[in-house]
């Protein structure tokens, strides 16, 4: 896509992506290209969430509802009903949905990270489309055999990891540090995911509406509160590290264009001692990118804000891009030596901060103070769900319109050396990868 | 107009070459924080009644999902730090406790109507009732008209949000046609139709939303809201209503 391109179309082909070329092309069970059936697996709160952002994408019905909670399949079937005016049929189990559905075109799955694979491998055998939420698995093992589901069905498989839609980022990696290389060579990157206290607190339940004991176990949960908290238990979830670092993680390897060769992680139960994971992980990745050497660090922290949130940091011989889904947290800053960058403020790339203040004269004792970097801004601010561009680009992709941006095959090279971050935390030894460990 | 999902879909270009697909701002005045264009009014409810005894409620604990804050609501509300100071006549109760609740929505998409005075005001799942789009309303059957001295309320304090349209009625009718009494309403710009008032909107917090009753004899309480500044639905966690049964 050039630049007259990307002018020309609107945000949700800048969502769809640098799409030319047009997948295997589905078409409605009815014979209507423009409805796309979907069931909706899993309606806890990141269900609920993709939902709120598919309510804003025209052509699709949501034909069923699935979910082991019966408090969740009301809420979903309840919130279809609002926007759709009919109820959608509903189920507690998704064999059952698969089974009895007949003219579905996609599922999308938002389940607990332990299901995502068996319930995207199952949707994909029955013909089905697939956008599953981020982690592909909570074992590699799993997210090999997503990989593998897709290849062999031919279907669409499109995972979570959505700022790989989000038009700022792509903007950011296709014209500011691949076309207009603001970064120079890029060297080191940084990246967090800062939670606050009071952010991570154990999710509380009306008692009343606990599930049967015998749902539970069928469902692999030992009780109401792992059910309600598995992002806690490991053999449910990969922790912090998988639940928010994953995706910044997956803008590392993106933007680089390639995976890591090792990682060296530390964590610890430093505040909640009962959790199985870590409450919170560092851990450094180096990289032999196609540009040269990286090394990035990158830390998620569950009991502590650190007045900081989320963002990465792409750090340059001639600048840096900081780049977070909150604009608040964007930023590029030149490096004194660097070209200038005043044309691409003159065309429209960047904007240019007022400087600050220079600081008050010194009272006398002697001090050295480097001058404040230039700061430049991205124009703009995305005012759609962060997820609905990611959704927008799957669904296009299924109308043969668009191409995937995160397909399961690419989301694995991503989530691969993720799932090595706790095992070099626990043992505390990096792991340099083999090729057998980040393969599917 | 205030910001909600249907008012911030549409997109426009920034810049003329800035070949960046983004959003516009979702309030048609691009107002930020602070704006002090809006209902001039304040959420303070005074001190009360003089010389009676201070209210007090068991508050629930903060539990906060993520940390956006609403943007592009007029003259928000300072954000509430603490419960206030307020006093009411000795022997004042909480009439709403496990009373009836009626809502404009016969089908809730989320929880029942109960829950708003089943004395439960925690965040989490299955506490709160939650209503289609649009300014919709619930209402609480007191079954005798007292004097009402004081009102608290939690929408949805899980997150930083802020709700639109709050307004507080009471009224001897159950159909809110005569004898209403407008207790709070901060819909600055009458969207909701219902007339504009002059209290500020706020950000929800486990303090909840104290509303100065006045001593208005009532039988029903009635509140509406018109969605909210992270989705377009109505949410409800626990309504009390303090009164002096006659």
Partial sequence: ?440 | MKPTKTSIVSNLILGAAAALMLGACGDKDGAEDGDNTGGSGTNDPGVGTQGGVELTTDLPKEVIEGSPKPKGIKNLAPETKKFPKFLVPEGTVNLAKGKKVTASDDYPILGEPELITDGEKETGEGYFLELIEGTQWVQIDLEKSNPIYAIVMWHFHGQKRAYHDIIVQASDDPDFKEGVTTLFNNDYDNSSKLGKGNNQPYVESRFGQLVNGKGTKARYVRLYSNGNSANEMNHYIEVEVFGKPE
């Fill in chain 1, 1 to 440: 896509m050039n630049r007259r391109d990307f002018l020309a179309k609107g945000s949700t082909v800048a969502g769809a992506g640098l799409v030319l070329a047009a997948p295997s092309i589905l078409k409605a069970a009815d014979g209507n290209n423009d409805k796309i059936n979907v069931a909706l697996i899993g309606m806890g709160k990141q269900g609920r969430v993709l939902f709120e952002a598919m309510s804003n994408i025209p052509g699709l019905h949501f034909q069923a509802v699935c979910d082991i909670w019966d408090y969740n399949l009301k809420g979903g079937a309840g919130k279809v009903r609002a926007i759709q005016g009919e109820m959608p049929n509903t189920y507690t189990d998704i064999e059952d949905l698969l089974e009895k559905e007949k003219g579905l075109d996609v599922a999308v799955v938002a389940t607990p990270d332990f299901w995502h694979a068996p319930h995207t491998v199952a949707c994909l055998k029955a013909g089905l489309n697939v956008y599953c939420e981020k982690m592909m698995s909570n074992t590699l093992d799993g997210a090999r055999s997503i990989v593998r589901a897709a290849e062999e069905s031919g279907k669409l498989c499109q995972i979570g990891h959505q700022r790989r839609s989000n038009p700022r980022y792509r903007f950011t990696l296709d014209h500011l540090i691949n076309n207009n290389k603001v970064c120079g060579t890029i060297v080191n990157i940084n990246g967090q995911w800062n939670r606050a206290l009071k952010s991570s607190q154990d999710i509380s339940y009306n008692k009343r509406l606990t599930i049967d004991q015998d749902r539970l176990t069928k469902y692999g949960f030992k009780d109401m509160h792992q059910f309600m908290n598995w992002r806690f238990y490991r053999d449910l979830s990969g922790g912090p590290i998988s639940d928010l670092g994953a995706h910044q993680i997956d803008v590392f390897g993106w933007f680089l264009n390639c995976q890591p060769k090792s990682v060296y992680a530390s964590g610890g139960n430093d505040y909640f001692k009962t959790r199985e994971h870590f409450d919170n992980v560092m851990a450094i990745f180096e990289y032999d990118a196609p540009q040269g050497p990286v090394r990035a660090f990158y830390q998620v922290l569950t009991t502590t804000s650190a007045g900081g949130g989320f963002y990465e940091s792409f750090m340059g011989t001639d600048g840096t891009v900081n780049i977070s889904e909150m604009a608040s947290s964007s930023a590029m800053y030149r490096e004194s030596t660097a070209p200038e960058w005043d044309d691409l403020v003159r065309r429209g790339y960047m904007r240019k901060k007022p400087a600050p203040p220079k600081p008050a004269a010194s009272d006398g004792v002697a001090s050295y103070e480097s001058a404040a970097p230039e700061e430049y801004t991205i124009p703009g601010v995305l005012n759609k769900p962060p997820h609905q561009p990611h959704l927008e680009n799957f669904f296009a992709s299924v109308r043969g319109e668009a191409k995937l941006n995160c397909d399961a095959k690419h989301a694995f090279e991503s989530e691969a050396p993720i799932f090595w971050v706790n095992p070099s935390a626990l043992k505390k030894e990096p792991i340099v990868f083999t090729p057998e460990q980040l393969q599917v």
